[in-house]
């Protein structure tokens, strides 16, 4: 049984096409939607009715408190975080999901090994494809964790590697765990007797601890998964100045435990702000993304949201250094 717990705060924008897929899949096992919504006004309940998911309220309102409300109604013996804007890719994605957990009792955890390209999709949202990356910084740093057409990797951290039919098995270090647990993300239920959810679950920082506590093999089935990320500049905006207030109120608080320093870390961020004030390496970055997958419009995204992570986190870090707070969730929208 997989319970698939996806959040949600006014998500009809995406989420139709994002149950079709989930309802479509031939899965011969049994499924259920758990929804914690923390509070939608559109067409988001309606929605999720008509597609018999079960609603739970979310009174934290974050995305992280959904998945933590989530996962304590899971039934199933395997976990699926789904966010409403993803879009599974063929009906046996599921099902291709689900084989590493039965094949191998040590695997804890899957990812899919990319975000799925569209040419018919927004220029961002195919950049972010053809990145693996939801933010170039974490190219610098090496801490992404799906295929990149631009490094040809999916990590730059240090792992092992075994290749399986349809899947890869994957040792990771505990020195260096790369950010894992969103978008598709499969997880045994068993792992949360492990390490205990608190209020919150924040995907990086929850497989990070697993890993802590032993469990270090993970997948990577050969699927990928749309990503319905962002469609204009001020999205992205939104959305990056979201994740760094929150990374430094939660980390005031004490919530939060991945590790973002280290020798290596900061040279990777040094690289990127020199490389991005430069301008010319992330022109050049842009080009040989070109060469190995054409899409300018998506490739000429990548220099602009350079330098918009490069602003917005220099100067989240200075507001979260003198006083962190996090973003206003009201009349926000998926």
């Known amino acids: 049984m997989v319970s698939v717990v ?51 309220p979310n009174p934290l309102k974050s995305g992280e408190a959904g998945k933590a409300v989530g996962v304590a109604a899971a039934r199933g013996d395997l976990v699926l975080l789904l966010d409403s804007d993803n879009v599974l890719v063929g009906r046996d994605w599921l099902a291709r999901m ?3 957990f039965v094949e191998d009792p040590d695997v804890f955890c899957a990812e899919p090994a990319r975000f799925a390209y569209r040419s018919s999709d927004h220029f961002i949202n195919r950049w972010h494809a053809l990145l693996g990356a939801g933010d170039p ?12 057409r631009l490094t040809g990797r999916w990590t730059d951290y240090p792992h092992r590697a075994e290749p ?3 899947w890869q098995r ?3 270090d505990p020195r260096w765990v790369p950010v894992l647990g969103a978008n598709g993300f499969m997880i045994r239920r068993a792992a949360y007797d492990i390490v205990p959810v608190g209020d919150y679950l924040f995907d990086l920082d929850y497989v990070h601890d697993l890993v802590q506590a032993g469990r270090r093999i993970m997948a990577r089935p ?3 998964v749309v990503h319905l990320f962002c469609d204009s500049a001020a999205r992205y905006r939104t959305k990056t100045r979201r994740r760094v207030d929150d990374f430094f109120y939660f980390e005031r608080e004490g919530d939060r435990s991945y590790p973002w320093t280290g020798k290596r870390r900061t040279r990777g961020m040094v690289d990127f702000a020199v490389s991005t004030a430069l301008v010319v390496p992330i022109v050049s970055d842009a080009v040989r993304g070109h060469r190995q997958a054409p899409d300018a419009a998506a490739w000429a995204w990548h220099v602009a949201a350079c330098w918009i992570t490069l602003a917005v986190y220099a100067t989240g870090v200075i ?3 003198l006083k962190p707070r996090m973003l206003d969730r009201e009349g926000w929208r998926q």
Do not use: K
Not at 21 to 27: E, K, V
Not at 38 to 45: E, F, P
């Open 98 to 100: 689900v084989v590493p």
């Open 137 to 148: 910084l974490t190219l610098y740093t090496g801490n992404y964790a799906r295929d990149s």
């Open 164 to 166: 399986r039919n349809g």
């Open 6 to 56: 996806m959040p949600t705060l006014n998500a009809e924008r995406h989420l139709e096409e994002c149950l079709t897929a989930l309802r479509d899949q031939h899965y011969p096992g049994e499924v259920e939607l758990i929804v914690p919504d923390a509070g939608s006004t559109d067409r988001t309940l309606e929605i999720v009715s008509a597609f018999r998911g079960r609603v739970v």
């Open 222 to 224: 050969d699927v990928g």
């Open 319 to 321: 507001r979260g250094r």
């Open 170 to 172: 994957v040792e990771l």
